[in-house]
């Protein structure tokens, strides 16, 4: 899968997760500052990651700080997907 399909896949979860389109307009936008993610929606986000991209992302594998942002969580996808 190519990088631009990766990162428009994981805006539409995001989009999703967070219920609002900023997500797409601001990529670094402080999810959890902006009370746009918690906890349960993290959860949700590793979920749909694996079963949309086939992406495995531990939840204990990346600090929530690496994850807080729309651009930080495209890059840690395509990443994992490099690896694969």
């Known amino acids: 899968m190519d990088n631009k399909k990766i990162e428009e896949t994981v805006l539409d979860i995001l989009e999703e997760v967070c219920d609002d389109p900023v997500v797409r307009e601001q990529p670094d936008i402080n999810l959890p500052e902006e009370?746009?993610?918690?906890?349960?929606?993290?959860?949700?986000?590793?979920?749909?990651l694996e079963d949309?991209?086939?992406?495995?992302?531990?939840?204990t594998e990346y600090t929530r700080e690496q994850m807080d942002t729309p651009a930080k969580i495209v890059s840690v996808v395509k990443g994992k997907a490099a690896e694969k």
Do not use: K, N
Request: glycine share 10%; proline share 5%; charged share 20%.
């Open 35 to 48: 009370d746009l993610i918690d906890s349960l929606g993290y959860m949700q986000l590793l979920f749909e």
């Open 52 to 59: 949309r991209l086939g992406i495995v992302i531990a939840p």
